[in-house]
């Protein structure tokens, strides 16, 4: 199947567990080449519409499709997706080859895949111990490892920076990074924003269950703002709005400019005369968006 | 068939595979082979000795009491991808699950008859040098004691099956075993004490395992002692029926319960 692109689509997904709805009418995207971070605080819904995705748990009503079809009707679904929810789900009396050694056996997959992936883990030493014994960084590596025998078009995980170090955490981004550029559809679900914010292309963010926003990272942030200070921002202000740009108070001394980029703010300050102390480009981060989005709720309470 | 592969990986890589075939050695050749060596005649209290059809089959039938071991090691097996959070994996690799669940049942059945096949050999091995040993001639013909040992070996696999239902049903491992266990191993012998209940233990599985080898010594010698009526037991053959009907039982709960369930 290499070369297939396939997205992800989610339609109108909800499930309902007796009177608790844990996901309500979720319609969502995820495109292929892409690293997508699938956020929201832990509780909003994350785990149980991933396990909907890939036929685990069956929806109360809605649709999820995987290149078009439901997960349960995919040729090869070890072949199309991969996917890794608890780094822990091991016989622990089996070794890391004897656990890829029944999924390699069910999945169709050489012998030979089980040894490669284990070199490309980085578990060729610990090949043969017993999973009883790895540590958490092992447990989560060899998920992966499970995840990805079946070299699959579309990745699913499900918090995979618990019980990584930076530095696996690290190599986890560039591995998915690759990935995406491949041309495969990554789905990364996180409630800890920073470790994913790096790598991710597309964001879909959710809160008790229902979508919050969902795009581009670059058009969900917007612009970026330009703040100025400066001792004479009444002068400064009507200069600015008169190019265009749209200008708010931001302390008694500063102001915040959109629609327009620091070097132009500069430009205009110093055609009209005004001093300026300070000029800052602000970028909003994916923690501040997170929270933006997700804390009327806290408030709501 | 690459998924009956992969579960028989699955069950050949765990200890409870190497724990089973040495429990078939112990108890076949161990256990029988003690039995025969001591006699039943010098049992407390005494039952009829090897030389009589009555001591013979009363040998067998008690390695038949030794079921609630592969019925364990299935309701063990059937509930291991859940105690250890595989399920989910095997469940998205397999999402047809009525395929791997059938294939997870005729592994179960292939290590379940694995189980008796060895079980019975060593039980026969103990037996026929015990008896040459001790120059004692067994009270039924050497082909009738192996028919009765193979009888024995395919019951253990209908065992094992049940057992694999009865986890599939309770999905808690713990739960599970010990329902299996404490079943076979207390709640049926009190079953068979208690007057009028006891009617029904021909039914049961330890009745129609009991049918099988036409073990009715502990069931008369129990009525005997309580007073009340023998338990009349089945005929060998509706016996294999019923149990036949229990393990078809089994792997329909085995199966149909898990297809459509959440994995969380």
């Known amino acids: 199947m290499t070369g297939d692109h396939l997205a992800i689509e989610a339609s109108g997904l909800t499930k309902r ?77 089996h070794t890391a080859r004897d656990h890829l050694g029944v999924y390699a056996a069910m999945a169709g997959c050489p012998d030979s895949r089980v040894a490669e992936l284990l070199d490309l883990l980085g578990l060729a030493q610990a090949a043969d111990r017993r999973t009883r014994g790895f540590s958490t960084g092992m447990r989560q590596r060899l998920s992966l490892a499970t995840a990805l025998l079946g070299d699959p078009r579309v990745l699913l995980l499900d918090e995979p920076s ?52 969902a795009g581009p990272w670059s058009r969900l942030t917007g612009p970026p703002t330009v703040l100025v200070t400066s ?39 110093a055609a009209h005369r005004v001093r300026v102390h300070e000029l800052v480009t602000e970028t909003t981060s994916l923690e501040q968006l997170f929270l933006d989005l997700t804390t009327e709720t806290a408030e709501a309470r | 068939m690459n998924l009956i592969r992969a579960e028989l990986r699955r069950v050949l890589a765990t200890r409870m595979w190497t724990g089973l075939l040495l429990a078939a050695v112990a108890l076949g050749g161990g256990l029988v082979g003690l039995m025969a060596l001591v006699g039943p005649e010098n049992f407390d209290p005494p039952m009829p000795g090897l030389h009589t059809e009555e001591g013979l089959r009363s040998i067998l039938g008690i390695l038949g009491f030794t079921a609630f071991v592969p019925a364990a090691a299935g309701a063990l097996a059937a ?116 007057p009028g209940v006891n009617a029904l233990y021909p039914l049961l599985p330890g009745g129609a395992t009991a049918a099988l080898t036409d073990f009715t010594y502990v069931a008369d010698a129990m009525s005997a002692q309580l007073g009340s009526d023998a338990v009349a037991l089945l005929p060998p053959a509706a016996g294999a029926l019923l149990l036949t009907g229990y393990a078809l039982a089994a792997a329909a709960i085995a199966v149909v319960v898990p297809m459509r369930r959440d994995i969380t």
Not at chain 1, 236 to 256: I, M, Y
Not at chain 2, 84 to 94: E, I, N, P, R, W
Not at chain 2, 137 to 152: E, H, M, Q
Not at chain 2, 157 to 164: D, H, I, K, N, W
């Open chain 1, 17 to 93: 567990y007796g009177d608790v709805t844990a996901v309500r009418d979720l319609t969502f995207t995820v495109r292929p080449g892409a690293v997508t971070g699938f956020l929201g605080p832990n509780g909003a819904g994350k785990t149980t519409t991933m396990r909907m995705l890939t036929g685990l748990v069956t929806p109360t009503s809605g649709t999820a499709t995987i290149g078009g079809q439901p997960y349960g009707r995919l040729a090869q679904p070890a072949r199309t997706v991969g996917a890794v929810f608890d780094g822990n789900a091991f016989h622990p009396g």
């Open chain 1, 162 to 213: 618990n019980g990584l170090d930076p530095e696996g955490m690290s190599w986890l981004r560039g591995l998915l990074r690759r990935l995406a550029d491949e041309g495969r559809t990554v789905l990364v679900s996180s409630h800890v924003l920073h470790e994913v914010q790096q790598v991710v292309d597309d964001v879909v963010v959710i809160r008790r269950g229902e979508l919050v926003a």
């Open chain 1, 231 to 269: 001792p004479d921002t009444t002068a400064l202000a009507a200069a600015l709005a008169a190019a265009a740009g749209s200008v708010e108070a931001a302390g008694p001394d500063r102001l915040r400019v959109r629609g327009l980029d620091a070097p132009r703010v500069a430009d205009l300050a």
């Open chain 2, 79 to 194: 509930t291991s991808e859940h105690r250890h959070g595989t399920a989910a994996v095997t469940f998205m690799f397999a999402p047809r699950r009525g395929r791997v669940l059938a294939a997870k049942l005729a592994t179960h059945a292939i290590v379940g008859l694995a189980y008796g096949l060895v079980l019975a050999v060593a039980a026969a091995a103990a037996l026929f040098t015990v008896a040459a040993a001790r120059g004692v001639s067994l009270g039924l013909p050497a082909p009738t004691v192996l028919a009765l040992l193979a009888r024995i070996g395919v019951a253990m696999a209908v065992y094992l099956l049940v057992g694999t239902g009865v986890g599939a049903l309770l999905r808690n491992q713990v739960a599970a075993v010990c329902v299996v266990v404490g079943y076979l191993y207390l709640a049926e012998p009190v079953l068979m004490m208690i």
